[in-house]
């Protein structure tokens, strides 16, 4: 529903078990299948919204690249690791590398939360371009 810019709004359902009632859910299958439904689900909206619709945006990008930095960052530290545990050192640059992969990947996905937020109707004070400010009255545009 996201893809087409649909609004749903939340409903109030009320739950009803017996007493004494036991959930047949077995976690270990449960949570890495939903995990992995949510992971697709979520590169499946992105990429339909954002390249197929036409709307290409620095959006794809962030999201991307900050993908591209986490992952990057997990063979780093854990060689940064093996280092330290093997030779009781830790080299300066396999630091550097680590700290650099993972900071710059949070920053571009907050980037690419500030860029989302700007598309987003329902936050209308963090587009980018103008100036806002909320007045007693409602909403105004300022150049």
């Avoid at 004494?20 to 697709?40: A, Y």
């Avoid at 992952?71 to 590398?97: D, F, K, Q």
């Amino acid at each position: 529903m996201n893809q087409y810019d649909f609004r749903v709004p939340d409903v109030h359902v009320t739950r009803f078990t017996n007493i004494g009632e036991k959930s047949g859910i077995r976690l270990r299958k449960v949570i890495p299948r939903i995990t992995w439904l949510l992971f697709r689900g979520f590169w499946e909206r992105l990429f339909f919204k954002y390249v197929i619709k036409g709307l290409l945006r620095p959006l794809v990008f962030f999201y991307i690249l900050s993908f591209f930095l986490w992952t990057a960052s997990i063979p780093l530290g854990v060689r940064l690791l093996y280092m330290w545990v093997t030779a009781g050192v830790i080299p300066g640059i396999n630091t550097m590398a680590v700290v650099f992969t993972l900071i710059s990947g949070l920053q571009t996905l907050f980037s690419a939360d500030v860029v989302r937020h700007g598309d987003d109707n329902r936050a209308p004070e963090m587009s980018f371009g103008r100036w806002r400010e909320i007045t007693a009255s409602g909403l105004t545009t300022t150049s």
